[in-house]
């Protein structure tokens, strides 16, 4: 029995990739690596390169199709033509306003992830907003919001991102409503809160893979096995509800570069990061698009013709480390863009997304299914200082102002930058 440390998703293992260069990258940027972590239900990590890639990273170079809002160029409004913009392609400007609720006004708001009150002493990361560059993008209004939402149920789905999306989701609904707990599993990682006025019910459903998976862990993060991973099955934790929610948003990414054995047809068919096991390593990159094809099959031939959006891969900021060798997210304003790009295996994970979601989408056009994009990878990577960092634990530096503290450089600060996720949201939802 390996003792492990309890995490939200382990680093990169040493592994056999399909693609030469990859191999070699990986390979040399995790030489060393021959452990693996584990995700907790509360707190995780995961790596970037040591530093930031200062290298030009224009937001067109996007391969996925883009969702739009009409333009607020005055010209266009004149000639009866209003143009289109890409919502995802923008900057982050100065908000003084703030956020729309505080880390004390909302009661869902997690430990590891009131910085505030863990102590942050900064409160600049606050006053940012989403702003895409050819249109104005309308502050998440919960009042709004709720009204259209009355007799609705939602789920987001995914892994603990999905979580503090869902929490942050929360905070902004309750300025109008309070939200009732009516469902938790044995380890809350799946919840459901019921707002009475409306009848409007949301879930969070704890599954990291999306596809059926055996994680040998219990409570204390202690494993005792591998992760087994059935490929060609899909999590009954959603697929069975799926039927019954009017919106879905799923994501997924980073478990898949944890080690896991590969099961297909009942059958071991390979790994990822298995030395010994005497099995083919067919890399994190196999698995994955394995999962999102078995996913976006489902969703593009069901009968169930809700909304369902697909919210890429959220980037990590650490630097000068990674979360177990002194990695940090010390910065305070966000990147400017062409300021920092993503990490290889980041840009592997968001091809992959890419190329099956446009796949899907050419499918569910035929169909009738509804499904879109909630592209927040880019936006995401430009906000650093959007991160517990430290301030995961409540005064970390109360002790010795020079403490050795781990740092989370994943999840977001509640309030934070994951707020914005929400306007793009309800402009995807409510408006077009």
């Given at each position: 029995m390996v003792k492990e440390t309890r995490f939200d998703w382990n680093p990169w293992s040493l592994h056999k990739h399909n693609h030469i260069f990859v191999k070699f990258f990986v390979s040399v940027l995790l030489i060393g690596l021959s452990f693996r972590l584990f995700f907790s239900h509360s707190i995780g990590f995961s790596p970037v390169s040591d530093h930031p890639v200062l290298e030009k990273?224009?937001?067109?170079?996007?391969?996925?199709?883009?969702?739009?809002?009409?333009?607020?160029?005055?010209?266009?409004?004149?000639?009866?033509?209003?143009?289109?913009?890409?919502?995802?392609?923008?900057?982050?400007?100065?908000?003084?306003?703030?956020?729309?609720?505080?880390?004390?006004?909302?009661?869902?708001?997690?430990?590891h992830q009131n910085c505030m009150k863990n102590g942050r002493p900064d409160s600049g990361y606050l006053y940012w907003r989403w702003k895409p560059r050819d249109c104005e993008l309308p502050q998440f209004d919960p009042e709004r919001f709720l009204d259209s939402m009355r007799n609705k149920k939602w789920a987001f789905v995914g892994d603990s991102i999905s979580r503090n999306h869902v929490q942050s989701f929360l905070c902004i609904l309750s300025k109008v409503e309070n939200a009732v707990e009516v469902y938790h599993d044995k380890e809350y990682k799946s919840k459901t809160w019921h707002f009475p006025s409306h009848n409007f019910t949301l879930s969070v459903i704890w599954s990291p893979f999306l596809v059926k998976a055996a994680i040998f862990e219990d409570i204390n993060g202690v494993s005792t096995s591998e992760i087994e991973l059935h490929l060609d099955t899909l999590d009954a934790k959603w697929s069975e509800q799926y039927p019954s929610f009017d919106y879905m948003v799923f994501s997924s990414g980073k478990w898949f570069l944890k080690t896991a054995i590969y099961w297909e047809n009942n059958k071991v068919v390979g790994c990822h990061y298995c030395p010994g096991k005497n099995l083919t390593d067919l890399g994190?990159?196999?698995?994955?698009?394995?999962?999102?094809?078995?996913?976006?099959k489902f969703i593009t031939s069901s009968n169930h013709k809700g909304l369902v959006l697909f919210r890429t891969l959220t980037?990590?900021?650490?630097?000068?480390?990674?979360?177990?060798?002194?990695?940090?997210?010390?910065?305070?304003?966000?990147?400017?863009?062409?300021?920092?790009?993503?990490?290889?295996?980041?840009?592997?994970?968001?091809?992959?997304?890419?190329?099956?979601?446009?796949?899907?989408?050419?499918?569910?056009?035929?169909?009738?299914?509804?499904?879109?994009?909630?592209?927040?990878?880019?936006?995401?990577?430009?906000?650093?200082?959007?991160?517990?960092?430290?301030?995961?634990?409540?005064?970390?530096?109360?002790?010795?102002?020079?403490?050795?503290?781990?740092?989370?450089?994943?999840?977001?600060?509640?309030?934070?930058?994951?707020?914005?996720?929400?306007?793009?949201?309800?402009?995807m939802v409510l408006s077009y």
């Open positions: 990273s224009g937001p067109s170079s996007s391969p996925f199709p883009v969702e739009t809002l009409e333009s607020e160029n005055e010209e266009s409004k004149k000639d009866g033509n209003a143009e289109k913009c890409d919502l995802f392609t923008g900057d982050w400007i100065p908000n003084p306003s703030g956020p729309i609720y505080t880390n004390e006004s909302c009661h869902v708001v997690e430990d994190f990159d196999y698995s994955y698009r394995k999962a999102l094809q078995l996913v976006l980037p990590d900021h650490f630097e000068n480390g990674e979360w177990f060798s002194g990695g940090t997210c010390k910065r305070t304003v966000p990147f400017k863009e062409g300021e920092i790009s993503m990490s290889e295996v980041d840009k592997i994970l968001r091809t992959i997304e890419s190329e099956e979601f446009n796949n899907a989408t050419a499918v569910g056009s035929e169909t009738g299914v509804n499904l879109k994009l909630l592209d927040t990878t880019h936006l995401s990577l430009l906000r650093p200082d959007g991160h517990p960092g430290p301030y995961r634990q409540f005064h970390p530096f109360a002790k010795d102002k020079n403490e050795k503290v781990q740092n989370d450089c994943l999840h977001w600060c509640l309030p934070g930058p994951i707020d914005n996720w929400n306007d793009l949201i309800m402009e």
